[in-house]
Structures are given as C-alpha cells and as structure tokens.
C-alpha cells in the first residue's frame, strides 16, 4: 500500500486548478443508464471512485469510450443493458453504486444491486432509497445481502408518488430523483438534499428531456416522461477539494491562488475560513487566499447544505488542531466521523471527544509522526496536519483512501511548494 512522507513547515504559493466534483459525478455517471443514446460528460475527476463506478457500468453492458487527448472527457452510452446488476465485488469498494439502483429500474424494469456495507463514517443505511422506490410501486427484497427490485405493474413503469424521506439524503435524493425522470405521472420529492451535486444532476437531467422543477430546493417536482435523450455535460467544479486546499493554505501559511472552482457552492466553508483568519478574495470562479498568522480557533457544526458540510469537518479539524485558543467540532450527518482524532492525537494535537463534539485545544506546533488514513476525508486532515508540522516529517500510511476522492493530490501540493511524496509500496 502507497504512503505519503510529508516534510512539514513549507508555506504554499502558486496556482492550483480543481477536479471536476466527485460527488457530482458519481450520481451523473449513473444517470446515463436512463436513456439509450451518448451522454458525453467534460470535467470528470480522474479519482478511484470514479474508475470503479465506470467498471460497474461496463459490467451493466454500458460502453464506455475514453478520449485519447482528454482524459476528463468520456461518452457512455447504455444502448444494450444487459444485465442490470452491481454486485458486492465493485459494490463492496464504492458504496455510491447504490446509484445504479433508481436509473436500472425506471429503464429496465428490474435490478440487483448489492446492498451497500457500513464503511469506517457510519452505518450509512439505505432504507430511504428502498422506501421511496417502494412507494413508486417498486417491489424490494433483500436476500442474501442483495437488493432485488422489479415492476409488476403491467406497463413494467415506476409511478408517481409523493415521497417524505425521514432524514434528508444526498443519494437518496439522487436515486429517487433519476427513478421519478421514467416513471408515471408526478412524484413530489420532498425533504430533498440541496447540496450542489444534486442539482449538477437535475440540470443535466433536464438537459436529457426530463421535466423537473423546484432544482436547488428542499423539494423537488418530477414529471415522468416516456423517454430521455442523450446530451453533453461539463461535471461542477469540487467544492470540497476546493476547501481542502483552502484548509491547507490556512494550515501552512502562504498565498495560493484556487482556480476552475464555484466559490458559490461553499459559502458556510468561506465564512469560517475568514473567521479563522485566512484573507480571502474571489472573483468569478477563482479564489485568492493568504495566510501568514496562526489560525483563531473557530467552532464547527455540520449540517446539510447549504450549512457546513461534514466532508469538511476533518480538514477543519486540523486547522483547529494549531490554532490559538479552544474550539468545538460537532458532527451531525454520521456517528462515527471522529476516526481523524486519534491519528491527530499522534501528531501532537490536544482533542477531547464527548459524543458527537469534539474539544480541541490548539497548540503552537504539531510534531511529525506514521499515521493512519482511515477514511477519505480523515487522509486529506492529516495531509494538512502533516503539512503543518514544521520542520518534521509525517509518514501516512493506507492512502488509497485519498485516491478514492483527490486527483494527484501529492502533485498539485508539490506544485504549491510542499515537500511531499509518494512511497510506493
Ligand atoms: C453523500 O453520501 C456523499 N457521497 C458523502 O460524501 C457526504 O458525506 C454525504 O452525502 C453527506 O453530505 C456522495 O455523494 C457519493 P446521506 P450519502 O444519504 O448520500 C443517513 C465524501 O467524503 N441515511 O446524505 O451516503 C446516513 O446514515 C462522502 O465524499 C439513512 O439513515 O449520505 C447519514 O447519517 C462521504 N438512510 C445521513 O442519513 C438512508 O437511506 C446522511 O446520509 C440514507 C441516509
């Protein structure tokens, strides 16, 4: 397994271009199934997730055509779906496969997908995306740790419902969303997530042919349509890569200069920066940010967009770690999205948890040690806690997790002036 060694205390200036969103691609990827013409999609992150998800769909009988002079540009196209399954081998790698699940079903009439397991964050059940399908008439069993969906009805269509989820779920809102574009009649989503990748999905949707109003709301209202046509789509840019770079600047001092991103989609993220004391300037899609103190301490609740998103709880975590004075972190959205604060521990930092909060104490310096990624967004903390570690040096181990969500990440850091490297194992 590949490692980081991270020599701390270099501050970071230059330019860095962000990916296309991860969690925006997932969702489109998968919304190809729902027609049988080309959906050409730009801007999509070359990111492990996004490479199983593709080996999911060619396993469906989706043909996938790479462009030789982009690799950000690829066509799928689901003409000949010929076995609408996911099973556990990919499914088990990516959880977000569940999302082949609502697209199988509106187009083919049935779909077994393996049911998702619990992964380092959290149970992360998927009982809201089976209720949902079911009360589009779906029949749903779960056997032998697969999901077996089929249509009875005759016309072996989805129908409109109004469906309530219990919580608000980003994949389940996606899921439920693309099953509603095939189905009969209306069906009212309410509860839906409003994170940005949602409505990165329902605009391209409606670029398909779909009718679907209320985009970007807690409610979304879906008019099933006979068919969906092929189109062209440009992946958002992502914004929690793009605030875990700012966390970085923020961590390590310097000047760095964010480009190809959507300040528009991380507001909660921006005005907590500043609170912690980073100069920030935006204009269009580029953010300028300066640091040269040691951040203010900035307490953290993680709450669904547009509020502070817990994929940034862990890069915030580690800003908190060296600054000032004492902060709190509360985690809402997952139960056990703490696995950071041990590895941290190791590296010096002073944090208390009780429950859902975490207690940090900051201190002046962290000091380099081996630690441990345990999920995606817990590895870029401690990139950015290593980063911080002046004059020390931090080896990260298990790092296929950062794969799994950041391009290059080592190489658009080294390019900002940190001493970083990969260690192939
Ligand atoms: C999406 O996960 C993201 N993944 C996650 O990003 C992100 O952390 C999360 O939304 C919250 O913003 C993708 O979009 C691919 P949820 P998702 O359903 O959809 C509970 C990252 O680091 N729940 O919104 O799986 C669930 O357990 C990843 O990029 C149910 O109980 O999250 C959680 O407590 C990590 N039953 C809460 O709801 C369900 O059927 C929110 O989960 C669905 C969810």
Redesign the pocket.
């Known amino acids: 397994m590949d490692k980081l060694k991270i020599e701390g205390g270099k501050k970071l200036f230059g330019s860095v271009k962000i990916s296309g969103a991860?969690?925006a691609a997932?969702?489109i990827l998968c919304a190809a199934l729902l027609t049988d013409e080309p959906v050409i999609l730009h801007n999509v992150p070359a990111l492990h997730d996004v490479n199983t998800l593709i080996k999911v769909l060619q396993q469906i009988g989706v043909n996938v055509e790479f462009n030789p002079h982009d690799p950000e540009n690829i066509t799928l196209t689901a003409k000949n779906i010929k076995s609408p399954i996911a099973n556990y081998d990919l499914v088990k790698k990516m959880?977000?496969s569940i999302?082949v699940l609502g697209p199988l079903l509106a187009r083919c009439g049935h779909a077994v997908v393996s049911l998702p397991g619990g992964c380092a964050?959290?149970?992360?059940?998927?009982?809201?995306?089976?209720?949902g399908l079911q009360a589009m008439q779906a029949h749903i069993e779960i056997a032998h740790g697969d999901i077996n969906a089929s249509i009875h009805n005759l016309d072996k269509k989805l129908q409109g419902a109004k469906i309530v989820?219990?919580?608000?779920?980003?994949?389940?809102t996606?899921n439920l969303l693309m099953a509603a574009c095939l189905a009969n009649g209306r069906t009212i989503l309410e509860n839906a997530?409003r994170?940005p990748?949602v409505a990165d999905l329902a605009n391209m949707l409606v670029k398909m042919g779909a009718k679907i109003q209320g985009i970007g709301t807690d409610c979304l209202i879906i008019e099933g349509v006979e068919k969906l046509h092929g189109t062209e789509h440009k992946i958002m840019p992502d914004r929690?890569e793009t605030g875990t770079f700012l966390c970085a600047v923020a961590a390590a001092g310097g000047e760095i200069t964010i480009t190809h991103t959507q300040p528009t989609t991380l507001d909660a993220v921006l005005d907590k920066l500043i609170e912690a004391g980073l100069e920030i300037s935006i204009e269009d899609n580029i953010i300028h940010a300066k640091m040269d103190k040691r951040p203010k301490p900035v307490n953290i609740k993680t709450t669904?967009?547009p509020g502070f998103?817990?994929?940034m709880q862990a890069q915030f975590m580690a800003l908190n770690c060296i600054s000032t004075g004492a902060s709190t972190i509360s985690e809402t959205?997952?139960?056990n999205r703490f696995m950071h604060v041990q590895e941290l521990a190791r590296l010096g930092a002073n944090i208390h948890i009780d429950g859902k909060v975490a207690f940090v104490n900051g201190v002046h310096e962290l000091q380099g040690a081996t630690v441990m990624a345990t999920?995606?967004?817990a590895s870029a903390c401690l990139v950015i806690a290593a980063l911080a570690a002046h004059q020390d040096t931090t080896i990260i181990e298990r790092i296929y997790h950062l794969d799994r969500?950041y391009s290059h990440i080592e190489d658009k850091l080294g390019i900002l002036g940190a001493d970083i490297q990969r260690i192939k194992e």
């Open positions: 991860k969690n997932l969702p959880r977000a999302l964050i959290g149970a992360r059940p998927v009982d809201q995306h089976i209720k989820t219990d919580m608000i779920t980003v994949t389940g996606e997530a994170e990748e929690i669904e967009y998103p817990t994929d959205i997952f139960e999920d995606l967004r969500g």
